[in-house]
T-cell receptor
């Protein structure tokens, strides 16, 4: 398996533009997590899906952020409109299931720069 | 918000030496995990220790867990240049995996 695949790896955009980050889960995994990493705040959990259903979105900063899982293997994180303070590395991670409470498998991240 | 605090924030050692880093946390856990992150890359899982375990080994890694003190340590023995990375502890409770701020380890050749 190729692992968790994220795109784009790098995105530079201007304030006010819409940004869409994409994530393909490992086949057979049914838990999906989006994290954001910044120097100031470290790794923060934004949202957690289980079996395509959002379970916990309490980490989503505000209404400008939205995430979807249209099918079992794919997720998007959208920021509209983007602001400079959204600049960060966004990671998605998947795991086989909730019961094991085991490790997460991370993608390589999408580095977002909002000018 | 970060669950754990890691100590030290940064560590520089000579190749062949051991590296020890510590993690403290605040709430109940199912398990504690350690991850490595190379510069510009994603996080890679290293080792998991369950709340009812006290010590675990994996290759050159040794992790301890003291739930009474809410603390863990990661020891990397016989370090190599390739071990240069940031190391994060992460506490898991139910679905939530919460990360510390990380320890940056530099191994000098």
């Amino acid at each position: 398996d190729a692992g968790v695949i994220q795109s784009p790896r790098h995105e530079v955009t201007e304030m006010g533009q819409e940004v869409t980050l994409r994530c393909k889960l490992i086949s057979g995994h049914n838990s999906l997590f989006w994290y954001r990493q910044t120097m100031m705040r470290g790794l923060e959990l934004l949202i957690y899906f289980n079996n395509n259903v959002p379970i916990d979105d309490s980490g989503m900063p505000e209404d400008r952020f939205s995430a979807k899982m249209p099918n079992a293997s794919f997720s998007t994180l959208k920021i509209q409109p983007s602001e400079p303070r959204d600049s960060a590395v966004y990671f998605c991670a998947s795991s086989p299931g909730l019961a094991e409470r085991g490790e997460l498998f991370f993608g390589e991240g999408s580095r977002l720069t909002v000018l | 918000s970060q669950q754990g605090e890691e100590d030290p924030q940064a560590l520089s050692i000579q190749e062949g030496e051991n590296a020890t880093m510590n993690c403290s946390y605040k709430t109940s856990i199912n398990n504690l995990q350690w991850y490595r992150q190379n510069s510009g890359r994603g996080l890679v899982h290293l080792i998991l220790i369950r709340s009812n375990e006290r010590e675990k080994h994996s290759g050159r890694l040794r992790v301890t867990l003291d739930t009474s003190k809410k603390s863990s340590s990661l020891l990397i023995t016989a370090s190599r240049a390739a071990d240069t990375a940031s190391y994060f502890c992460a506490t898991r409770y139910d679905y939530k995996l919460s990360f510390g701020a990380g320890t940056t380890v530099t191994v000098r050749a």
